[in-house]
T-cell receptor, first 111, second 117 residues
């Protein structure tokens, strides 16, 4: 039962353009969502998060949008840079429970 | 951010042997560590929660006798895959919790690639 899904295994964008990574979830009890970035041979590192009481959180070039009615969140990176090339995981949490991860999306930003 | 290391980074073993994977928090004390497994093109699946000085809590479907977890100190947790079989081949990744109640301060190790022949 995959409660958090990232349907796009890969995404390729041009440097300077916007990258949009998507994530869908099925469990309406999830109330906190996080995005992680993972480079090869390294562990995932926390990028940005959002609580279910918000619909948007922004941190520099990174913005996460949450649409609770659609059970959908997205990560926007603008402008995209080659150093953003990595695997991006979304994760969700509900009270008293640990993180549930999506499958990850490989982002490639071309110079 | 805080640093979590794993050793070894990759291991190849014969079927039937046991393999130990270490997870260390290098610059902070972690009362709680987590062990995940990731199969190709699948998500990180939580296997167990390791608490220092007490027994690990295993997720449903994870055999505790097969995946032995020891959290002997505040900076070290080990996962031993006993009598490994080819279906145990996977990417194993640990994380350590700084214990401040924040999900953002769960730091991940680089992972261990296990191949069982």
């Amino acid at each position: 039962d995959q409660q958090v899904k990232q349907n796009s295994p890969s995404l390729s964008v041009q440097e300077g353009r916007i990258s949009i990574l998507n994530c869908d979830y099925t469990n309406s009890m999830f109330d906190y969502f996080l995005w992680y970035k993972k480079y090869p041979a390294e562990g995932p590192t926390f990028l940005i998060s959002i609580s279910s009481i918000k619909d948007k959180n922004e941190d520099g070039r990174f913005t996460v949008f949450l649409n609770k009615s659609a059970k959908h969140l997205s990560l926007h990176i603008v402008p995209s840079q080659p150093g953003d090339s990595a695997v991006y995981f979304c994760a969700a949490s509900r009270p008293g429970s640990r993180l549930t991860f999506g499958e990850g999306t490989q982002l490639t930003v071309n110079p | 951010g805080a640093v979590v290391s794993q050793h070894p980074s990759r291991v190849i073993c014969k079927s039937g042997t046991s393999v130990k994977i270490e997870c260390r928090s290098l610059d902070f004390q972690a009362t709680t560590m987590f062990w995940y497994r990731q199969f190709p093109k699948q998500s990180l699946m939580l296997m167990a929660t390791s608490n220092e000085g007490s027994k690990a809590t295993y997720e449903q479907g994870v055999e505790k006798d097969k995946f032995l977890i020891n959290h002997a100190s505040l900076t070290l947790s080990t996962l031993t895959v006993t009598s490994a079989h080819p279906e145990d081949s996977s990417f194993y990744i640990c994380s350590a919790d700084q214990g401040d109640g924040s999900l953002e301060t769960q730091y991940f190790g680089p992972g261990t690639r296990l191949l069982v022949l």
